[in-house]
């Protein structure tokens, strides 16, 4: 399974924008897509969740400001994210879950940077 994330960018503050995540290799239908991000000088946190029926899970630190969806048919996991704040800043980076012989694997994309400035 190889993920390819993208959309990253350099934006100001108030602006938004959108990543991507396309999976590809042996998909099976029970699995989970989530975006997670790193900032400088902290530990990775999950942002958003969603399963393959589309229920979600946000952080608390993104709610009502950033959205996630996801394309079975193509694959593909989306973080909608709007009213960018400095606080925003960091590498994102998209996980793809899957059962496989009956155990949760975990695949991670290469990571998009995103930058907010004030």
């Known amino acids: 399974v190889q993920l390819q994330a993208s959309g990253g960018g350099l934006v100001q503050a108030g602006e938004s924008l959108r990543l991507s995540c396309a999976v590809s290799?042996?998909?099976?239908?029970?699995?989970?897509m989530a975006w997670y991000r790193q900032a400088p000088g902290k530990q990775r946190e999950l942002v958003a969740d969603?399963?393959?029926?589309?229920?979600?899970i946000y952080a608390d630190s993104v709610k009502g400001q950033f959205t996630a969806s996801r394309d079975n048919v193509k694959n593909t996991v989306y973080l909608q994210m709007n009213n960018l704040k400095p606080e925003d800043t960091a590498v994102y980076y998209c996980?793809?879950?899957?059962?496989?012989?009956?155990?949760?694997?975990?695949?991670w994309g290469q990571g998009t940077e995103v930058t907010v400035s004030s």
């Open positions: 290799g042996s998909i099976f239908s029970q699995n989970v």
């Open positions: 969603i399963g393959s029926t589309g229920s979600t």
């Open positions: 996980k793809f879950r899957q059962v496989e012989r009956r155990s949760w694997v975990d695949y």
